[in-house]
């Protein structure tokens, strides 16, 4: 049988890259998918990726997939029908070389880049943590670009890989106190909505120097609502004293924050009707966040209202081995892998969530029409801990 016709195109574009016109593209050296879960892209999605595998094209560069929908281990959880077709979905993008990663965290153990490394990555919170904490230089790509890239070994060299590309438009400041993680995560989204695709650089005045946990929710809320591939962090993000300040200025307050929180918040739930559970891990849970929460649970006897937590299934098998997973199970806490917040069983579910992160927030509002609460983990342990 004569080549396919994907592999016929996808050699076509290549060798036009390598016959003169590669000043418009950029080499990279690994890419990251989006829109693998089967809930996002449905029947027609896994029919492109099955056909895809059978072409004879291979990934060129190290490339890893997000969270789909299930969680392989826990098959009963979810409609069969649903489970099936996730694992085709990934056991098709294997078949072109991708990594069975399942996370919107490749950069902690799956895919570790470098600074000034070139990616082809999509996952906005994913772009934005590589460029803004990392210093490597990936584009917002979408789903079909990424998988181009990590076919052809290329990127389109526009965007964030021009030379001006990076440059920030718009100055934020904020002069108050941000107190935890869900105040970093409506920080995000507040600046996200006044940026649109400006790139923004921030200076957060008379605050410490943030950890990582929190820097995650807080770019992961702006990629939620804006387009940019980066934020310059002042004190933060590498190079970061040799660009100048943008001349247009935003000053954000705890009033932006609110507001952000009253467009994604419900203002109380009412526990009477159907389950409630506290979510988190959107971005997926570090090692260290996991040990965090071992930590912020040492005086709690057992939770009242079930914590979900989505993590990577790297990140599980270690805190698998340190033997922290049975420990939050006694207290009523759950790690989820392979999966994402956007998980199977909550769809047309009549269960309550509690969320400390705000791009959560926005999609199970949003997608899965889930009443939803905006709370920090310490204020949720605080009121739902039995000691």
């Known amino acids: ?38 809930l996002n892209i ?100 979408g789903s079909l670009t990424a998988l181009s890239s990590a076919i052809l070994g290329y990127t389109a060299g526009i965007g964030i890989h021009l030379k001006r590309g990076d440059k920030p438009e718009l100055l934020f400041e904020y002069l108050e106190k941000l107190d935890n993680e869900l105040d970093y995560g409506l920080l995000g989204y507040a600046m996200g909505l006044k940026a649109g695709v400006r790139i923004p650089y921030l200076s957060l005045k008379g605050n410490v120097k943030p950890c990582l946990p929190y820097l995650k929710q807080l770019l992961a809320s702006f990629g939620t609502s804006g387009g940019a591939p980066i934020i310059w962090i002042e004190g933060v993000t590498p190079g970061f004293s040799r660009i100048p300040k943008p001349k247009e200025k935003v000053v954000l307050s705890r009033d932006d924050l609110e507001e952000v929180k009253r467009m994604l918040s419900e203002e109380n739930l009412s526990f009477k009707n159907g389950k409630t559970v506290f979510i988190t891990g959107c971005p997926h849970y570090s090692v260290e966040e996991i040990e965090n929460l071992c930590n912020a649970l040492n005086n709690v006897r057992r939770l009242s209202t079930e914590i979900w937590v989505f993590t990577s299934r790297a990140a599980y098998s270690r805190v698998f081995e340190k033997g922290l997973v049975k420990t939050l199970e006694r207290k009523n806490v759950r790690l989820f892998k392979d999966s994402c917040v956007m998980y199977c069983s909550l769809r047309g579910s009549n269960i309550q969530v509690i969320t400390n992160s705000v791009k959560a927030a926005y999609y199970l509002k949003n997608s899965f029409r889930l009443r939803t609460v905006l709370k920090s983990l310490g204020e949720f342990v605080e009121t739902h801990g039995v000691e």
């Not at 000043?23 to 990251?32: D, E, G, I, L, P």
């Not at 099936?84 to 919107?104: F, Y």
């Open 42 to 141: 449905g029947d027609a999605g896994l029919e492109f990726l099955e056909d895809l595998s059978r072409s004879g094209l291979r990934f060129n560069v190290k490339t890893t997939i997000n969270p789909g929908c299930v969680d392989f281990d826990l098959q009963r959880e979810c409609d069969s029908e649903i489970f099936d077709k996730q694992r085709r979905i990934v056991k098709s993008l294997k078949a072109l070389g991708a990594v069975e990663s399942l996370t919107c965290t490749p950069y902690l153990f799956d895919n570790v880049i470098k600074k000034n490394q070139k990616v082809a990555w999509a996952e906005s919170s994913a772009v934005l943590y590589a460029n803004s904490i990392l210093g490597a230089r990936t584009n917002k790509e």
């Open 1 to 38: 049988m004569g080549e396919s016709l994907s592999k016929k195109v996808f050699k076509k574009i290549l060798d036009s890259i390598q016959t003169g016109k590669r000043k418009k593209y950029v080499k990279v050296s690994s890419a990251h998918l989006s829109g693998i879960s089967y």
